[in-house]
């Protein structure tokens, strides 16, 4: 009788989870440019390492990206991130309904295939050379191939013929080409040519009248345009908003993002290590910023710290997973990375015996690096008693949780002490979630 009662506690406790077993909750998503109970986040297009979109101490920020998270947050949902490529693209999967918002530094659209929302505010531009002659008529211009739309484009080219349209996503190229192009100039947001020159002293820098107001784009078919511009005009009549927006924008600073992931040049800094976290994960046949993404769950890139239970440095490693490695724990940043990635690749080689797709794989791994690798096996086990798939993530994770019931725990097929575990089922989430956004953020 006692088995019988055991069996429904848990057959009830698990239906009741599978009612709610997304991580990140089923309040509705804009797909399709519908609200849909079905997913979890709205998917911004953003630019890359701009005011807008950049990294900040190993996690994303930037005006766009906070604005818009804010937005999916007041209804329920989180934000995916599709890094801005070019205008054609951007608005192919507006149109398609694969992307619900597109906010870019220059969008300026013409066609009629997507709309705007209301404004956020008044764009500035600048004309930025290292010449100190005032841009003549026939001097040579670069300009963003996204900063104006086609009307102003043509009014623009009116006034100065000797125009050349460049790729907004790579300042380091212009800055080349105004290096080498004698009285050559640029016209870039006033925010982008003050941030310039505060890394280059000699550039000169002239103020042109505002310019079309800045927005965001949704589809024709948008549903919820009125909504989003309700909250826009709430939120920039508040009187927050000019320091929210100028925290972003006036205060943004090329020397910092260069050290904290939002450099004009090349490809963004995660942290300081992140050349021994590219060797190692290269090693062990891993994304370095899958790895970059565990780094910053366990100690957000501090290599001093240490937990209660004795976890030390940058990967948290205790002393007893050092040893098996024939090490002592230490907060080096170089060694602490040597063998969690060590202990990752022992995980995968463990998993790897199980017929776990490999697209789940890593789910399994960081779950027992985080919990132990018996804890996991523990729940394969209670998955496969009890008829789910006990190599899918989804399925396992609900008896990851399902053991902060003690009764399931202590059933015939787990024989151990209670553990309460809802933190290795967050971690998994978490991590991946912040490795999706390195992966936009970095373009890897």
Same mark, same amino acid.
């Given at each position: 009788?006692?088995?019988?009662?055991?069996?429904?506690?848990?057959?009830?406790?698990?239906?009741?989870?599978?009612?709610?077993?997304?991580? *990140?909750?089923?309040?509705?998503?804009?797909?399709?440019?519908?609200?849909?109970?079905?997913?979890?986040?709205?998917?911004?297009?953003?630019?890359?390492?701009?005011?807008?979109?950049?990294?900040?101490?190993?996690?994303?920020?930037?005006?766009?990206?906070? %604005?818009?998270?804010?937005?999916?947050?007041?209804?329920?949902?989180? *934000?995916?991130?599709?890094?801005?490529?070019?205008?054609?693209?951007?608005?192919?999967?507006?149109?398609?309904?694969?992307?619900? *918002?597109?906010?870019?530094?220059? /969008?300026?659209?013409?066609?009629?295939?997507?709309?705007?929302? *209301?404004?956020?505010?008044?764009?500035?531009?600048?004309?930025?050379?290292?010449?100190?002659?005032?841009?003549?008529?026939?001097?040579?211009?670069?300009?963003?191939?996204?900063?104006?739309?086609?009307?102003?484009?043509?009014?623009?080219?009116?006034?100065?013929?000797?125009?050349?349209?460049?790729?907004?996503?790579?300042?380091?190229?212009?800055?080349?080409?105004?290096?080498?192009?004698?009285?050559?100039?640029?016209?870039?947001?006033?925010?982008?040519?003050?941030?310039?020159?505060?890394?280059?002293?000699?550039?000169?820098?002239?103020?042109?009248?505002?310019?079309?107001?800045?927005?965001?784009?949704?589809?024709?078919?948008?549903?919820?345009?009125?909504?989003?511009?309700?909250?826009?005009?709430?939120?920039?009549?508040?009187?927050?908003?000019?320091?929210?927006?100028?925290?972003?924008?006036?205060?943004?600073?090329?020397?910092?993002?260069?050290?904290?992931?939002?450099? %004009?040049?090349?490809?963004?800094?995660?942290?300081?290590?992140?050349?021994?976290?590219?060797?190692?994960?290269?090693?062990?046949?891993?994304?370095?910023?899958?790895?970059?993404?565990?780094?910053?769950?366990?100690?957000?890139?501090?290599?001093?710290?240490?937990?209660?239970?004795?976890?030390?440095?940058?990967?948290?490693?205790?002393?007893?997973?050092?040893?098996?490695?024939?090490?002592? /724990?230490?907060?080096?940043?170089?060694?602490?990375?040597?063998?969690?990635?060590?202990?990752? /690749?022992?995980?995968?080689?463990?998993?790897?015996?199980?017929?776990?797709?490999?697209?789940?794989?890593?789910?399994?791994?960081?779950?027992?690096?985080?919990?132990?690798?018996?804890?996991?096996?523990?729940? %394969?086990?209670?998955?496969?008693?009890?008829?789910?798939?006990?190599?899918?993530?989804?399925?396992?994770?609900?008896?990851?949780?399902?053991?902060?019931?003690?009764?399931?725990?202590?059933?015939?097929?787990?024989?151990?002490?209670?553990?309460?575990?809802?933190?290795?089922?967050?971690?998994?989430?978490?991590?991946?979630?912040?490795?999706?956004?390195?992966?936009?953020?970095?373009?890897?």
């Amino acid at each position: 009788m006692k088995g019988i009662r055991l069996c429904a506690s848990i057959a009830l406790l698990v239906a009741l989870l599978l009612s709610c077993s997304n991580e *990140v909750g089923t309040k509705g998503s804009i797909r399709g440019n519908k609200l849909k109970p079905v997913k979890s986040y709205l998917t911004a297009i953003l630019e890359v390492n701009t005011p807008g979109y950049f990294l900040k101490n190993g996690l994303p920020t930037g005006y766009h990206f906070e %604005m818009i998270k804010s937005y999916a947050s007041s209804k329920g949902m989180l *934000v995916k991130v599709i890094p801005f490529t070019s205008i054609d693209a951007a608005t192919k999967l507006i149109a398609s309904g694969k992307a619900d *918002v597109l906010a870019v530094e220059n /969008a300026s659209l013409s066609n009629g295939t997507l709309q705007k929302t *209301v404004p956020h505010w008044k764009l500035r531009y600048a004309t930025i050379s290292f010449s100190r002659k005032v841009m003549g008529r026939n001097d040579k211009i670069f300009v963003p191939n996204n900063a104006f739309a086609d009307q102003e484009l043509l009014q623009l080219k009116e006034q100065f013929p000797n125009i050349t349209l460049f790729d907004g996503l790579n300042m380091g190229l212009l800055l080349d080409h105004l290096l080498s192009g004698g009285e050559a100039y640029a016209i870039v947001q006033a925010s982008i040519a003050e941030a310039t020159r505060i890394k280059y002293p000699e550039i000169s820098v002239n103020y042109m009248q505002e310019s079309a107001s800045s927005s965001w784009y949704v589809a024709k078919s948008c549903v919820f345009l009125d909504d989003l511009n309700r909250w826009i005009a709430a939120r920039r009549n508040t009187a927050l908003h000019p320091t929210f927006y100028s925290s972003f924008y006036q205060n943004y600073k090329v020397n910092r993002s260069l050290s904290e992931g939002a450099s %004009m040049r090349g490809e963004p800094l995660l942290s300081d290590y992140d050349q021994e976290v590219k060797r190692y994960s290269k090693k062990i046949g891993w994304d370095w910023l899958l790895v970059s993404a565990l780094i910053y769950q366990e100690s957000k890139f501090e290599p001093h710290v240490q937990s209660g239970k004795g976890a030390k440095g940058l990967m948290q490693v205790m002393p007893a997973t050092a040893s098996l490695f024939g090490f002592e /724990a230490s907060h080096s940043p170089k060694a602490n990375i040597y063998i969690g990635t060590k202990l990752l /690749a022992r995980l995968t080689k463990a998993f790897s015996k199980y017929p776990i797709p490999v697209e789940e794989r890593n789910k399994f791994v960081l779950a027992a690096y985080n919990g132990g690798m018996s804890h996991v096996l523990k729940a %394969m086990n209670l998955a496969s008693q009890y008829r789910r798939n006990p190599y899918l993530w989804d399925d396992v994770s609900l008896f990851i949780r399902a053991k902060r019931n003690s009764s399931i725990f202590r059933s015939k097929y787990i024989s151990q002490s209670y553990r309460n575990d809802n933190e290795t089922t967050r971690f998994v989430v978490e991590v991946l979630d912040r490795y999706t956004s390195y992966k936009s953020l970095t373009l890897n």
